[in-house]
């Protein structure tokens, strides 16, 4: 009881209580001028999404919720937040009281009290776990995706079929640049990749420097391209097989010419 009239909040007001007791999110207030910036107020809904009792926490600094999973750059910020008196909005993983995780998107902020000439900071929290799990799926259908959309098919233990299809933007030519790099990197060198763009849609200008950087890049790496299914179908892309045959990309209307030229050479 002594600790609740040492922490008594400054919200005196039974009306504001009930406000904020209503509002759907967790808020606390800390006051930093006490040792450790304790929570000196907690409503109803902190108790619910935290599962604390707020006579269980009155005097504690907020840390508590925090765990092993918890980014500890995370906190750093909401410290240095806190030393600057600078307000923050932080998603941090958390901890109920049952020791169950969920994601807590802290939106923390200092208030000077004129009345008081004092400073106190509030934090307003919202589970947002369902937010997060949502995130964290489409996060790993969009890999899984981009991994569908640039597949590697090694029919040997020097060649690798990656058949394009569709548009390629710069993004997917990224993807497409890391997972060669990666791949040779792992693998043996020399070896050789067949790009085939038989279903290309647009064979655009972003394909064809896409072109020319990755068999700059493999060739740096001892990897070969060899380029099919652009046959001139348009002159523009005749343009295109002059400024491959420049460079000495090798390019073959099919794959099965492609692999036939190799066994040829070999
Ligand atoms: C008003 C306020 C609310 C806070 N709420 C949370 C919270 O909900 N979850 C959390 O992990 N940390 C919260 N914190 C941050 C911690 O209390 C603490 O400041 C942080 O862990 C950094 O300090 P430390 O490195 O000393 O632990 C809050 C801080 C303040 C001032």
């Known amino acids: 009881m002594e600790k609740e009239i040492h922490y008594s909040t400054n919200i005196r007001d039974a009306f504001f209580r009930q406000v904020i007791d209503y509002v759907g999110a967790g808020v606390v207030i800390t006051d930093p001028s006490l040792p450790d910036n304790p929570i000196i107020y907690t409503n109803k809904a902190f108790e619910k999404v ?3 009792k707020t006579n269980e926490i009155i005097g504690q600094n907020c840390r508590f919720l925090q765990g092993e999973k918890t980014s500890r750059e995370d906190v750093a910020r909401v410290r240095k937040a806190i030393k ?7 998603e941090l993983l958390n901890y109920r009281k049952d020791g169950k995780p969920f994601w807590n998107e802290l939106s923390m902020y200092p208030i000077f009290v004129p009345s008081e000439d004092k400073m106190y900071f509030v934090g307003v929290q919202q589970d947002i776990s369902h937010r997060k799990s949502e995130e964290m ?31 390629i933007n710069a993004e997917r030519w990224e993807e ?9 990197y792992e693998h043996d060198d020399e070896e050789i990749f067949i790009m085939d763009l038989q279903g290309i849609q647009n064979m655009n200008d972003d394909v064809h420097s896409g072109i020319l950087r990755l068999h700059k890049l493999l060739q740096v790496m001892g990897a070969r391209l060899i380029v099919t299914g652009i046959e001139p179908r348009t002159a523009k892309a005749s343009v295109k097989l002059a400024d491959f045959r420049k ?20």
């Open 247 to 266: 460079k000495q990309i090798s390019f073959y209307a099919t794959v099965q010419h492609a692999l036939e030229a190799i066994r040829a050479s070999h």
């Open 137 to 167: 799926r489409s996060e790993d259908y969009k890999q899984e995706a981009s991994l569908l959309s640039t597949p590697f098919v090694p029919i040997s233990e020097k060649i690798c079929i990656l058949p394009l299809v569709g548009n």
């Open 50 to 52: 935290t599962g604390y």
């Open 84 to 90: 600057e008196e600078q307000s923050i909005i932080v």
């Open 176 to 184: 497409i640049y890391q997972r060669i790099s990666a791949h040779v």
